[in-house]
Structures are given as C-alpha cells and as structure tokens.
T-cell receptor, first 116, second 112 residues
C-alpha cells in the first residue's frame, strides 16, 4: 500500500545549495503535483504535470524546476536554495486532472526542508 | 484570483459535534473536498461533494453545501480525541483547469 512516496523526509540545506526532492506513485495515476505548505497559508501549488511528458507552472513556481521522469516519478529541484524556500513540500497524484470526485488527489507524507 | 477561506482554530469537548466552515469565491467550482492532516503526515481525503448536491453524509461526517452563498461546512458528530487534526477545505475549479485550491486549514482541538 505504498501510494505516494516522497524522499527524503527531512533535509537541511545551506543557502545556495541545490537539491532534488523525489516523488513516486504506484497507482498508475496520470497527473502529479508539487505543493508547499507554510503556516497559515494552506497548500500552494508549485508545479503540476497533467500527464507524462507535460509540466505546467502553478501558483508559486519561482525558484523551482520539475521533471516528469516517467509516469510514476515527478521530481522537484531547487537550483539555488533560499531561506524563503524553507517549507514542507508535498507531492500528490490523481488519476487525471480535473479534480473529479471519484479521482481525488492522493498525498505523500511530505519533505520537511530547512534552508539556513 | 480565486480564494478559499477557513477559520484557523476550533476547540470542542469530546462527544460534542464539531462544525468547520469554509467559504469560496469561484462560481465554477465542480467538486469541493475535505482533507484531514494529522501531525507530521500528509493530507488524507475525508469526503467530497459535487457542486450540484447540497448535502452528503458519511458515517459521522456530514457535508453541507450552500452554492448560492458559496459556503461549505463539515460536521463531525460525536467528536473524539482522534479527530484532533488540521482540516482543509479545497475546491476544484473549472476556471483553473480543475486544479485544487486549498483553504488555510482549521486546526481542530478536542478536549477530553
């Protein structure tokens, strides 16, 4: 019952370092999403991939890049980390976009990222 | 842009009913969702309602939708300490290509 798996669970970076957050799903879902969660602000969409081979910007894409490596995997890269990117990052997937009630988004457990 | 608003905190006693409220602005919303987040975990889908419905009941959970006022509520009957968590309201907006827009989350505290 893996669902959506995110690695790593925790990470501390120094300003200017780069890193890639990994996400994989085993539910044969077409759409995948990256969100960040900050206190009092809910979840904000960074990037999403409606299907394999496509990616699009969400609400807060600046400072991030993504790669939809294959149908299962969707990675998020911080090229030059900044303290403002300290957050909890969630990956999610759904059978397809559109938010249909019978195809909700399923979430991973998150990556807690601190940038000093 | 489109917006979803929730109050940030709610405190109830064990055994009471909890009502968590949410308002949204997008009239093109198709589905509205309630997610639960326990400490250190991801979001777990609790229930959802299609925009042409006005009520949905699922065991202890009742969702009410007032489409005219763009108001959504989640009622938890017989609230237990295990219900303590953050509850997020989210809408799937037709105008936003179906992407989910989340509220800030309501932290429910259940006191014994």
């Amino acid at each position: 019952n893996a669902g959506v798996t995110q690695t790593p669970k925790f990470q501390v970076l120094k300003t200017g370092q780069s890193m890639t957050l990994q996400c994989a799903q085993d539910m044969n879902h077409n759409s995948m999403y990256w969100y960040r969660q900050d206190p009092g602000m809910g979840l904000r969409l960074i990037y999403y991939s409606a299907s394999e081979g496509t990616t699009d910007k969400g609400e807060v894409p600046n400072g991030y890049n993504v790669s939809r490596l294959n149908k299962r995997e969707f990675s998020l890269r911080l090229e030059s980390a900044a303290p403002s990117q300290t957050s909890v990052y969630f990956c999610a997937s759904s059978l397809r976009g559109g938010g249909g009630g019978n195809q909700p988004q399923h979430f991973g457990d998150g990556t807690r990222l601190s940038i000093l | 842009g489109e917006d979803v608003e929730q109050s940030l905190f709610l405190s109830v006693r064990e055994g009471d009913s909890s009502v968590i409220n949410c308002t949204y602005t997008d009239s093109s919303s198709t589905y509205l969702y309630w997610y639960k987040q326990e400490p250190g975990a991801g979001l777990q889908l609790l229930t959802y309602i299609f925009s042409n419905m006005d009520m949905k009941q699922d065991q202890r959970l009742t969702v009410l939708l007032n489409k005219k006022d763009k108001h959504l509520s989640l009622r938890i009957a017989d609230t237990q300490t295990g219900d303590s968590a953050i509850y997020f309201c989210a809408e799937a907006s037709y105008n936003q290509g179906g992407k989910l827009i989340f509220g800030q989350g309501t932290e429910l505290s259940v006191k014994p």
